[in-house]
T-cell receptor
Framework: KAGVTQTPRYLIKTRGQQVTLSCSPISGHRSVSWYQQTPGQGLQFLFEYFSETQRNKGNFPGRFSGRQFSNSRSEMNVSTLELGDSALYLC?????????????FGPGTRLLVL | AQTVTQSQPEMSVQEAETVTLSCTYDTSESDYYLFWYKQPPSRQMILVIRQEAYKQQNATENRFSVNFQKAAKSFSLKISDSQLGDAAMYFCAYLGPPNTGNQFYFGTGTSLTVIP
């Protein structure tokens, strides 16, 4: 089975712009979670989607949003980018939500905001 | 909110030796799950081992084993016969009960160096 894929792998944006990141989960996985990884804050949970519905949301401003499509692919969007948004954004998929499912991580999208 | 603490930012071990990485967590739940993930430099995060809180027996995966102390809320990872490929950042993670979704709480990580 193919693993979790994320596109693009690298992005450079300037302050004020917006960005959309994409995540394709492992085939058959219906839950997709997003995390932001920075050296200072570590891994922080952004949100989780299951069956096109947001189940959980972390403590991030409304500039961070996401969605999930019927094929379980997910996108996250960050509007009005700030320098502090520079990070590695990780997507993780699991078989189902609400169970003790192991999350499988993608390679991440590295976003640099100038 | 649940918290996960890894008090060792960096650790080193001689090749073929044993090393233990520490992790403590805080939760009021009785049913939860604990994980160790490994993130090699510039590579994606992969699962090393997982432990269900209701299981008293410590999980083992080949050279990797855990020491799960539920009362002490401690979850350490032991790597035996360390290999150069074990060099990575290791993250301890907590997942709540099944009805709370898939929000993982991660520690800040321990960077493991393996010395040849």
């Amino acid at each position: 089975k193919a693993g979790v894929t994320q596109t693009p792998r690298y992005l450079i944006k300037t302050r004020g712009q917006q960005v959309t990141l994409s995540c394709s989960p492992i085939s058959g996985h219906r839950s997709v979670s997003w995390y932001q990884q920075t050296p200072g804050q570590g891994l922080q949970f952004l949100f989780e989607y299951f069956s096109e519905t947001q189940r959980n949301k972390g403590n991030f401003p409304g500039r961070f949003s996401g969605r999930q499509f019927s094929n379980s692919r997910s996108e996250m969007n960050v509007s009005t980018l700030e320098l502090g948004d520079s990070a590695l954004y990780l997507c993780a998929s699991s078989l189902a939500a609400g169970g003790p499912e192991t999350q499988y991580f993608g390679p991440g999208t590295r976003l640099l905001v100038l | 909110a649940q918290t996960v603490t890894q008090s060792q930012p960096e650790m080193s071990v001689q090749e073929a030796e044993t090393v233990t990485l520490s992790c403590t967590y805080d939760t009021s739940e009785s049913d939860y799950y604990l994980f160790w993930y490994k993130q090699p430099p510039s590579r994606q995060m992969i699962l090393v081992i997982r432990q269900e809180a209701y299981k008293q027996q410590n999980a083992t995966e080949n050279r990797f084993s855990v020491n799960f102390q539920k009362a002490a809320k401690s979850f350490s990872l032991k790597i035996s016969d360390s290999q150069l490929g074990d060099a990575a950042m290791y993250f301890c993670a907590y997942l709540g009960p099944p009805n709370t979704g898939n929000q993982f709480y991660f520690g800040t990580g321990t960077s493991l160096t393996v010395i040849p």
